[in-house]
């Protein structure tokens, strides 16, 4: 059976390396590009969020290349995203293709239902090597994050940031291609030893700014213009709110992220579906850790986070920490978010320098 | 004490349980003015660029009220219906004003949610009743009436009375006009409560099109049991109370009542509403004989001369399939 899932951030990775030891033959989803976006805007909603617009994109993308069965995550709301599996489903069927769509619903909620699309996905080889593997994978995971996070505090310091990106994209093949615990340790070290053979300049103090939102659009340059990058490179360290092995850790296997949510109490007691809650509470612990700026990213119409950005003023005022919001949709330009990305690194320096004096 | 009730949102649900309610208690309800221009206009200055009409629309009710009353009734509503939410605009809906709009009055923002069983509806006005009063026997009685009062309110709108008529007919103790449609066509004109029902928002869609020889349902209009039954239809239902009642309606004008054509009514960047939109698209479109299906957008800017041009064209496409003109 062709299988193939949506594509975020690095996590194909882990996805592909996963379906292909149970068994499948993984069509992989290509990295998003002009036409994914332009086929996925072509029959989506108009005013569904960029991230559906994507996933639709590729969907369209790998049934073209055979993909049967697709596989992707499941909700219970408020965020709308919890019934973008079905409403995918329903337009590639209109549409005439004939997939079968396996939607992943939280096991915490409906024990069952996961059970049950879990065991359809592991019989044809056995519990025993899911687990064998599913180890491997989540090794895989954290090692991703290491070294994601390790990129982001090296690459303000990096003199030649080319050499950098180059290295990461390396190290990255490397931990795709290990096939043990072992080796994906091995793949880390080796990954993190490129990028910090990169020469720097360690007496460099970056500007520090926290990168909150909507999961989708933090995680998948493509969606986020590589905002990571810009920044990284006009010297400013991110730190990102989500990682993949935390985000996993604490949404679908627990409860987790109570912390969080309690920092944003205060401003907005109430979980309103997403990221939305989180963004709040997360600017107030920027603030805290003495972050110069935050960047909140969402996707055009994107219901938490209008939420959180209409509350967003006052906890920027009351903590003191800039805040600057962004937008995103399929009319979004490099260039557009390059001058406000700017303006707002210039800001932050100029306060910098005015703490700095007083 | 005078409490003030913003006309939008949640009002064309909650109003007839809310009036008597607090008339019971003895305290004043201020209800802001039928939206309009000016309204909007001191709406859109307060909220966020990104939020729809409708919560734009609130804001500037707010402020037309926060001058005017000594308490603002604006519940966290969670739930209506113990199984779907509503949008989480509603759920935040307190919070986005305290901090957009300055000087407010004092604000009860109550939280209501019916997941936490049938009684607390009743538990969540006793809670909003202690504000004001601490006599637990009159807050008891007003209860019992705004109860009754209530569930009249959702009789006469099966009876197709719009939200306006059906209040005037509650404070004035009337009996309904019967009202009885009449036209060659039936289109389901579905969309939230806030949006249809307030003419401002949908220039006047509902007279337009009943001036045309049109007979209007909407999903009020649908029976509890026959909502019930649709809501088992569908392999996965939306996660909110409104787009949930639009979808099921739409399942049972187009499989139970035959309807001719079916217009939704959304806001420009609604989030729900475009899961919703496109759910309801492709039901009409896979139902057999093919349903019209027409979408309009309404936003801060939506003139009648335009909606009532595209009405226009739809109506006369239908007339024209049916063999009328």
Known sequence: MKISFPYMGTSHIVVSYLFEKLGFEVIYPPTPSKRTLSLGVQYAPEFACLPFKIVLGTYLEVVEKGAEILITSGGCGPCRAGYYGELHKRILHDLGYPVEMIVIEPPLVE????????????????????????????????????????????????????????????????????DSVKEVIEAKKAALEMLESVPADHTFKPLR??????????LEPAANHDIERLLGERGAYVHRSIFLANWTRDNVLAHGEKDIRAMAIPYLNQMVGGHGQNSVGEVVRYAEEGFDGVIQLAP?????????????????????IPVM????????????????????LDLLWQKRKKQEAS | MRVGIPRTLSFFTLYPLLKPF???????????????????????????????VPIKLFHGHVVALKDKVDVLFMPRIISLDGKNTLCPKFLGLPDMVKYSVSNL?????????????????????????????????????AIWHARYKFSRYRKLLLKGLTPEEAFTCLHTGQEPPHKEQSGQIKLAVLGYPYTIYDDYISVGLLDMLREQGVRVYTAEMVPEEAMKRMSKKLPK????????????????????????????????????????????????????????????????????????????????LIKRKKGII
């Open chain 1, 111 to 178: 024990p069952l239902d996961f059970l049950r699309k879990l065991h359809k996905i592991v019989k044809p080889k056995g519990i025993f090597n899911l687990l064998h593997y599913g180890r491997i994978a989540l090794e895989k995971l954290k090692a991703l994050d290491v070294v994601e996070s390790t990129l982001h505090e090296l690459r303000p310091l990096a003199l030649d940031k080319q050499q950098i990106n180059q290295a990461y994209i390396e190290g990255l093949e490397l931990i795709r291609q290990a």
């Open chain 1, 209 to 218: 700014i926290g990168l909150i939102g909507e999961i989708y659009v933090v």
């Open chain 1, 300 to 320: 055009f119409t994107c219901i938490p986070e209008i939420v959180a950005k209409s509350i967003m003023p006052a906890v920027s005022r009351d903590k003191n």
């Open chain 1, 325 to 344: 919001t962004l937008f995103l949709d399929e009319q979004t330009g490099q260039a557009g978010i390059e001058t406000r990305i700017e303006a707002f």
């Open chain 2, 22 to 52: 607090f008339d019971g208690l003895g305290v004043e309800v201020v209800v802001s003015p039928a939206s309009n221009k000016a309204l909007l206009d001191e709406g859109v200055k307060d909220t966020v660029n990104d939020a729809c």
């Open chain 2, 105 to 141: 009055p004092e604000i009860i923002e109550t939280r209501l949610d019916m997941k936490k069983g049938k009684m607390e509806i009743y538990r969540f006005l006793y809670r909003v009743g202690k504000r004001f009063t601490d006599n637990k026997v009159k807050i008891l009685r």
């Open chain 2, 237 to 316: 239902n939306l996660f909110w109370y409104y787009s949930n009642r639009v979808v099921w309606g739409s399942q049972y004008y187009i499989n139970e009542q035959n309807i001719d054509g079916i217009i939704h009514v959304t806001a420009f960047s609604c989030g729900p509403d475009s899961m919703t939109n496109k759910l309801v698209e492709l039901e009409a479109k896979q139902h057999q004989p093919k349903i019209p299906f027409l979408t309009i957008t309404v936003d801060e800017h939506t003139g009648e001369a335009g909606v009532a041009t595209r009405v226009e064209a739809f109506v006369d």
